[in-house]
């Protein structure tokens, strides 16, 4: 099955700086990559997605880069603010299957 | 228009009780899936509807644990002789279609502890 990998674990970034998180796939037959963000006690949020026919998507200040090559996907969230404090989940999608396997996500804290 | 919602939010039980989650998904949509997430697993997939059949229970950790859906919009998801590996949070998804690759979007989870 598909296996995803996500770092770092934990990011601690200044207000006003760049935040960037990282994963990688072992299927090659993956073709879409969702990004979600989790607040406590809440269920996940997707924030933002790509599919495999383009390399870059972004949205504001969020925006995600796919190198197919080389099996890795990356979260970019640029002028971080307090609310950007949260866990963040990147996933992968094989395109026969329904299942989205996911990274073991990364904890975000955006000091003020 | 309203997410998906789930009920109870949190949940109590004592070790070898019963338990039924239950899943309300995004009107219209005709696919809806399961995922647990547990401190030390993450999040795991466990079973899928598209409609009221359930072609893929691949994820389901023991014959303990079942899930129907009915009218092709509610889900409950049924432990049977809970034990306390069983405390996470249970979160459901639905997507529009259910064609594979579709967006997933999530309820808010029941959060399961059992003592």
């Known amino acids: 099955g598909e296996n995803v990998e996500q770092h770092p674990s934990t990011l601690s970034v200044q207000e006003g700086d760049s935040a960037v998180i990282k994963c990688t796939y072992s299927?090659?037959?993956?073709?879409?990559f969702p990004w979600y963000k989790q607040e406590l006690g809440k269920g996940p949020q997707l924030i933002i997605d790509?599919?495999?026919?383009?390399g870059e998507k972004k949205d504001q200040r969020i925006a995600v880069t796919l190198n197919k090559t080389a099996k890795h996907f990356s979260l970019h969230i640029t002028e971080t603010q307090p609310e950007d404090s949260a866990v963040y989940f990147c996933?992968?999608?094989?395109?026969?299957?329904?299942?989205?396997?996911f990274g073991a996500g990364t904890t975000v804290t955006v000091r003020a | 228009g309203a997410g998906v919602s789930q009920s109870p939010s949190n949940k109590v039980t004592e070790k070898g009780k019963d338990v039924e989650l239950r899943c309300d998904p995004i009107?219209?949509?005709?696919?809806l899936y399961w995922y647990r997430q547990s401190l030390g697993q993450g999040l795991e997939f466990l079973i899928y509807?598209?409609?009221?059949?359930?072609?893929?229970k691949s994820g389901l950790p023991s014959d303990r644990f079942s899930a129907e859906r009915t009218g092709g919009s509610v889900s409950t998801l049924t432990i049977q002789r809970t034990q306390q590996e069983d405390s996470a949070v249970y979160l459901c998804?639905?997507?529009?279609?259910?064609?594979?690759?579709?967006?997933?979007?999530f309820g808010p989870g029941t959060r399961l502890l059992v003592l």
């Open positions: 998804a639905s997507s529009l279609g259910g064609g594979p690759g579709e967006t997933q979007y």
């Open positions: 299927d090659s037959a993956s073709n879409y």
């Open positions: 790509i599919r495999s026919n383009v």
């Open positions: 996933a992968a999608l094989r395109s026969n299957d329904y299942k989205l396997s």
């Open positions: 009107s219209g949509h005709t696919a």
């Open positions: 509807f598209q409609g009221n059949s359930a072609p893929d």
